[in-house]
C-alpha cells in the first residue's frame, strides 16, 4: 500500500516562514507534488520534485529527499492570501502516473 | 487554452437517485482522474483514464459508481443509486504525456461537482 502524512493544521504569523512537511510511504516512487487549494475553490499545481534538492518559484520552496521517502514545502514572506489548504502528492511510476494525494494541511497566517 | 470544465457545479439529490458528472479535459491531455474530496478531508484518487482507457480504478468505491471516457475526450461518472456518504466534492483533474515527461507531473484540477445527497 501507500500512505502520505502531513501536520493537519499550522499556523503562521504574516511575513513569516512557515515549513510543511510531508512523509510518504510508495512503491514505484516516482517524485513529490504541491498543490494549494482555497476553500470552495479547486487545487492548483505550486512545485514538483523528482530528484533530491530544493526547487525555488518564488516565495515558494520545495523539497525532497527520496532516501528519506520526505518532503517539505517552504513558504517564504507570508501573506494572509496564502492561508488554504496545502497537499503533497506523490507520482508512482509505470508508463502513465498515478498521483496520489495526502490529507492536506489547513495553513492559517494571522496578522 | 479552456481548463478543465466539470459540470454540475452543484447537484442535490435524493438517496437512491441516479446522477451523472460530466468533466471535459484540457484538449490534447490523455491523463484525465476522478478524485472526491469528502468535509474537508483528504483528496482521494477514485481513478484515472489515460485516453479512453481505464488505467488504474483501484480508488472506486463500490460497483455503484461507473466511469466512461468517450473517445478520449470527455469523461462521465455515474453514481446509480446514490446513497448518503457519496456526497462530497469530486474533483476532475487532466495532465500530458506519460510519466517521464514533465507535463505528466502537472495536473489541471476543474472547479468540482459538490453532490449533496439527501
Known amino acids: 500500500g501507500q500512505s502520505l502524512e502531513q501536520p493537519s493544521e499550522v499556523t503562521a504569523v504574516e511575513g513569516a516562514i512557515v515549513q510543511i512537511n510531508c512523509t510518504y510511504q510508495t512503491s514505484g516512487f516516482y517524485g513529490l507534488s504541491w498543490y494549494q487549494q482555497h476553500d470552495g475553490g479547486a487545487p492548483t499545481f505550486l512545485s514538483y520534485?523528482?530528484?533530491?534538492g530544493l526547487e525555488e518559484t518564488g516565495r515558494f520552496s520545495s523539497f525532497l529527499s527520496r532516501s528519506d521517502s520526505y518532503g517539505y514545502l517552504l513558504l517564504q514572506e507570508l501573506q494572509m492570501k496564502d492561508s488554504a489548504s496545502y497537499f503533497c502528492a506523490v507520482s508512482r511510476s509505470g508508463g502513465y502516473q498515478k498521483v496520489t494525494f495526502g490529507t492536506g494541511t489547513k495553513l492559517q497566517v494571522i496578522p | 487554452e479552456a481548463g478543465v470544465t466539470q459540470f454540475p457545479s452543484h447537484s442535490v439529490i435524493e438517496k437512491g437517485q441516479t446522477v451523472t458528472l460530466r468533466c471535459d479535459p484540457i484538449?490534447?491531455?490523455?491523463?484525465l482522474y476522478w478524485y472526491r474530496r469528502v468535509m474537508g478531508k483528504e483528496i482521494k484518487f477514485l481513478l484515472h483514464?489515460?485516453?479512453?482507457?481505464?488505467?488504474?480504478e483501484s480508488g472506486m468505491p463500490n460497483n455503484r459508481f461507473l466511469a466512461e471516457r468517450t473517445g478520449g475526450t470527455y469523461s462521465t461518472l455515474k453514481v446509480q443509486p446514490a446513497e448518503l456518504e457519496d456526497s462530497g466534492v469530486y474533483f476532475c483533474?487532466?495532465?500530458?504525456?506519460?510519466?517521464?515527461?514533465?507535463?505528466?507531473?502537472?495536473?489541471?484540477f476543474g472547479a468540482g461537482s459538490r453532490l449533496t445527497v439527501l
Open positions: 483533474a487532466s495532465s500530458q504525456g506519460r510519466a517521464s515527461s514533465s507535463g505528466a507531473n502537472v495536473l489541471t
Open positions: 483514464f489515460v485516453k479512453e482507457s481505464k488505467q488504474d
Open positions: 484538449s490534447g491531455h490523455d491523463n
Open positions: 520534485n523528482a530528484l533530491d
